[in-house]
Each structure stands twice: as C-alpha cells, then as structure tokens.
C-alpha cells in the first residue's frame, strides 16, 4: 500500500499540537464528566471521530507556508492578489468542469461560521429551514443558534443505499414559511455522490418553490477513483438562488486554517454578507489555500487511491466478522456510514458503548439529527495500521456483547 511519492502509512504523533482530535472529544462526544473508563485506558483510545485525516499535509503545501514564513511581518492579511480566485476558478474548471464567476467568490472562517451568517441573513424568525436527514449536525445547531424551524426529510435506504424523498421533499418545500434548503454534496454521513439527474430533481423542487439553497460541497474532492462531482449551482446557471460552500480543509486537510471558499451570485445576499463579514484571513491560509489549488493534484490522487484500499478492506472486514452489518463502500469522502443496529439494542449510545468497550471514539448516529439510529461513523483517514487495530477492537467488541 506505499504510496509512489507521499507518505500515507506514516504514523504521526499529535500530542503536544492542541488537536481537537486529542484534546476536544469530551466536550463534543460526551459530558465533560462522563466515566469513560473501561476495557481502555483514555490515553490509548483510538481517535476515528472527528473529519480531519491522521496524514501529513502535502509538502506543496508546507514550503509555500515556509516560504511565506520568508517574510517576517504577519500583520493584517486579505485576499488582495487575484491571483489565488484565478487558482480556485482553475481547479473548478479542471475538477468540475465550472467556470465560477470570481466576482461572487467571498470568504469565511469555515463553511460552519458561513452557514450560519447566512441563515441570519436569508431567514425570518418565523420562517423554516430544509435539511436532510441524517444530516451533519451543524446544520441543525445553525438554525438553534438563529432561532428559526428546522424542517426534515428523511433519506429512503435499501441494503445500504440512499436516496431522496423528492415527493416528500416537494411537500415540505411547498410551505410558504420554508424559505431556505441546507443541502450537503456529497452527503454527509452517507457518503452519496448525488447523480446529475438527482441533483436537478432536487433544485427543480426547491428553485419552483422560490427556496435559497445553500450547498455545502466541502467533501467534493474527496471521491472514490473514477467518480466524478457535480457542484448543483453548475446544473443551474441562470439562478442566482444557489449559495455554493467549498473549501481545500476537507480535500487536504487543512481545517485548522479556517479558510473557505463561499460562491454568492445574489447581488443583495453578497453585499448583506460582505457588510457583516470582516475580511482579515490568516495570511498561511491563503498561501496554503492556494498551493493547495495550484500543485495539490499529485498528493490527492495518491490520497483517492490510499482511501479506495482503506474501505476496500472495511468492507472485506465486516463482510467476514460482522456480516449483518449493512455497508456499502460510499461514492465519497472518507468517512464510513455503518448500520450495526442488528448488534444493538433501539436508543443505545454507540458513541459511548465504543468509547468503553473498544477504546475507539467514533460518532453514533445520535449525532446526525435525525433517521440514524443504529449507525456510526468511522473516519478512515488514518495510516492502515491505525484502521486495522481501530476496526479489530470495533468488531470484538460487538462480537463479545
């Protein structure tokens, strides 16, 4: 499984680096007091939770941040050169076959902080957001923080695929009070690459019935070989009603950076956002953002090719051990969606079972909202060593319950 160029089955010691991963799952997963003790000592849980990879960034990436470090002055930075909307538009057309209109390329500190200036901007109080479920929780705890209804469509499964409710999707895009659709692509948690034909089957509901749609398309590039993504607003180009969230976090792990890219072609919602929105980045990120763009293809075929035999062999894994467990490989990102619920008892906390009993921090799917249960999530963005001994103790786990 070596890698021709980049390292991915190096193993990397986080400790000492203030990563979230380490540092930050007791106040995300658990009760900052909950008894995890167990069948594993804290300081030995393997961490396959939170969405950023155990992989080193690509040198691209970490020489253009040396050379910027080149410069001793670290004040004030902005997206000034144009040259880095120029990168991004590049990647667009090579990646997606879109040409972005840089003029409605804004920024934020992250997709999450963007979603919920713009659910601000977009709803009333009294009015109602779409999302589908399981859905990444943000999109829920943004709508809690703008104190406005959340309204869900459950995703249809059989024997481990997913698909949309378009009829039900039509009848809650059809409430006046619903003004705004949260839409994930490629899903989150499922890891659905939505095909063309879905894409415009759900835009067509939202567009008819005068719905804002903010795509969060953070996960685009990170596709299982040969697939190809769909950004929805390219499906679209005569709207100016579809708000598209990128950024190169998830592609190459550079969510720390705070960095993302937010495409607004409404004029008015542009402005509105640029008005609330004070534009001082980090001036690593941007150098880092647009290496990442310029000479990052290398480093993420190689990652598209280490990710494919990482669920190739959970796949092999559970179809031996756990073979009624449902779970398909996903068209997208790296993280698996894993019915276990035959194993479980209804309501029981994964999260937490897994934490005790297998010394493994993963998400359960109590954490994505709604039409979850008796799923979890594993993060397959990790040395295969790291897989083999997450994913032994995960299944000997349920096999001794």
Same mark, same amino acid.
């Given at each position: ?7 991915? /089955? ?10 979230? #991963? ?21 300081? +030995? ?27 001793? $002055? ?30 409605? &390329? ?39 923080? %703008? ?20 009829? +039900?999707?039509?009848?809650? *895009? ?6 705004? *659709?949260?839409?994930? #692509? ?12 879905? &894409? ?22 990170? &596709? ?36 993302? %890219? ?19 980045? %980090?001036?690593? #990120? ?58 479980? /008892? ?24 709604? /039409? ?5 999530? &594993? ?11 997450? $994913? ?10």
């Amino acid at each position: 499984m070596s890698s021709t160029k980049y390292q991915f /089955n190096q193993v990397l010691e986080r400790k000492g680096t203030n990563a979230m #991963s380490l540092e930050g799952y007791r106040g995300y997963l658990f009760d900052p007091d909950e008894d995890l003790s167990g069948k594993y000592q804290e300081t +030995d849980f393997i961490k396959m939770w939170v969405a950023d990879m155990e992989f080193a960034i690509a040198p691209e990436i970490i020489n253009a941040m040396k050379a910027r470090l080149e410069h001793p $002055l670290l004040g004030y930075s902005m997206v000034a050169d144009p040259s880095y909307a120029l990168s991004f538009k590049q990647w667009c057309i090579k990646r997606y076959n879109w040409a972005i209109d840089t003029n409605h &390329l804004v920024h934020a500190k992250g997709v999450v902080p963007a979603l919920y200036d713009l659910i601000g901007h977009i709803c009333k109080s009294d009015q109602k957001v779409l999302i589908i479920t399981p859905s990444y929780a943000f999109f829920k705890h943004g709508t809690d923080y %703008n104190e406005v209804a959340l309204v869900c469509s459950d995703l249809l499964e059989e024997k481990g695929e997913f698909r949309m409710d378009i009829d +039900d999707i039509k009848i809650k *895009a059809s409430d006046p009070k619903c003004v705004l *659709a949260i839409f994930c #692509s490629p899903h989150n948690p499922s890891g659905r690459l939505w095909s063309k034909e879905e &894409l415009v089957a759900f835009g067509d509901v939202c567009l008819e019935n005068g719905l804002t749609i903010i795509s969060d398309e953070i996960h685009c590039d990170v &596709l299982r070989k040969d697939k190809i993504f769909t950004p929805l607003a390219s499906l679209f180009p005569n709207s100016d009603k579809i708000i598209t969230c990128m950024a190169p976090s998830k592609t190459f792990n550079l969510a720390g950076n705070m960095f993302a %890219n937010i495409i607004i072609p409404n004029e008015t919602l542009r402005l509105k956002y640029n008005e609330n929105y004070l534009p001082v980045e %980090n001036p690593l #990120s941007i150098v880092a953002a647009k290496a990442a763009y310029s000479e990052g293809h290398a480093w993420l075929v190689e990652l598209t090719d280490y990710l494919d035999e990482n669920f190739k062999y959970l796949k092999t894994q559970l179809d031996t051990y756990l073979p009624r467990a449902t779970f398909n490989i996903p068209d997208a990102t790296y993280l698996a969606w894993v019915d276990v619920s035959y194993y479980f /008892n209804d309501n029981e906390n994964l999260t937490l079972f897994f934490a005790k009993n297998a010394g493994v921090l993963l998400e359960g799917g109590n954490m994505f909202v709604a /039409n979850a249960d008796g799923y979890i999530r &594993l993060n397959l963005a990790c040395p295969r060593v790291i897989l083999e001994e997450g $994913l032994r103790r995960v299944i000997k786990a349920i096999l001794e319950k």
